[in-house]
């Protein structure tokens, strides 16, 4: 029998955009613009979708030539235009769920720009995931967001 396990954290993250919120949340809940930005460094594209609404659901899905499969498959909660995006996901390596989470993320205005507030609860599972490189994989998200609302190229 495979040991069965589960891995409880819990972690902010904040960045600041020299960008509107009305202009974060649009790179956040618009297909095209979030392609931009939501994908890691020298990942090949394969499946991705959004239906931005509560209830609605998004699934990006795609890896490494040659590596696994990772899959990001979430259902949003809740929507405050320009202000606050909760969502709960599942993330997956080939067929294999490796955690469960639920996220916040928040638009505050500073100055003319914005500072993001995610707020991340994650149940990891059976040891196939690490909180400590879920947060290194977030921050290089928004980082990578943060590249895009400047124009410059996302993954260089």
């Avoid at 649009?26 to 994908?39: E, H, N, P, R, V």
């Avoid at 080939?94 to 995610?118: C, F, H, N, W």
């Avoid at 196939?128 to 400047?150: F, I, N, Q, V, Y």
Wanted: glycine share 10%.
């Amino acid at each position: 029998m495979t040991n069965r396990s589960v891995k409880h954290d819990t972690f902010v993250i904040e960045r600041s955009y020299a960008a509107a919120p009305a202009r974060v949340f649009f790179a956040l809940s618009d297909k095209t613009a979030k392609s931009k930005w939501f994908a890691g460094p020298d990942e090949s594209a394969g499946r991705f979708e959004m239906d931005f609404r509560i209830g609605g659901h998004e699934i990006n899905r795609g890896g490494p030539k040659g590596g696994p499969v990772y899959t990001y498959d979430a259902v949003y909660q809740d929507i405050v235009p320009d202000q606050r995006i909760i969502y709960t996901y599942d993330m997956y390596v080939d067929d294999k769920r490796i955690s469960v989470s639920v996220a916040t993320m928040e638009l505050k205005p500073e100055g003319t720009g914005t500072k993001l507030v995610l707020t991340e609860q994650g149940a990891f599972l059976d040891g196939l995931d690490d909180p400590a490189m879920r947060r290194r994989g977030t921050e290089e998200l928004l980082d990578a967001l943060g590249a895009s609302l400047k124009g410059a190229p996302v993954n260089a």
